[in-house]
């Protein structure tokens, strides 16, 4: 009766089914004990034992080391401490440029109409200016005027005017190289025929 039973459960399934339920489910993902996480077993030491991962020691991020980053530093101050150098220096002719235009221009200003240059002057007055002999066309009297420091001439735009002291001294103080020839009363050497000083090196 038992074994009857018994092939009567088995053929019904029921019995298979119970067989099913007890076996013990395997490790989830497949996985064994002794296995690393990659599917193979752990070579050399225990399990979870393995060399710390990482990047070397020794180095910044990067592969640079600290000397070549302080160097880096150096160049990029260096380099900005030059071109802070030269804009002061851009900074500084522009503004000298300028306050040589103003010059020039109140200058002309104050010159015009008070020349006394002669078309006609028969005279020729020599002077040093620039490093170089200089020239300018007078008359007998102006000539004699120019030698006692009683007129000046003037540089302005390349040319040499003939204006009274006082302007020449007005001209003297606004820029003193605009000056060509002013000689201080009493201290003028004696003059050629040809309006050339004796001491003057040609």
Known sequence: MADSLR???LKSGIVKQVREEKRPAA???GKSIGQRPGGGPFKGGK???????????????????????????AYAIRAQTEANERKRAEQA????ARVRRERK?????????KTLNKADAEHVRHFEY???IRRVHVDADQLKAINAGELGVV????????????LADQVKAIDVNQIALLVEPGSEGSIGEDGVPDDLIW
């Not at 991962?53 to 530093?73: H, M, N, R, T, V």
């Not at 221009?105 to 109409?113: A, M, P, T, W, Y």
Request: aromatic share 2%.
């Open 7 to 9: 092939d009567q459960l």
């Open 27 to 29: 490790p989830q993902g």
């Open 47 to 73: 399990p979870g034992q393995h060399k710390p991962q990482g990047k070397p020691q020794g180095k910044p991020a990067g592969g640079k080391s600290q000397e070549d980053i302080d160097l880096a530093k």
């Open 93 to 96: 002719a522009a503004e000298e």
């Open 105 to 113: 221009l109140k200058i002309q200003q104050l010159l015009e109409g």
């Open 130 to 132: 620039g490093g170089k």
């Open 155 to 166: 540089q302005q735009q390349g040319r040499y005017l003939v204006v009274t002291r006082e």
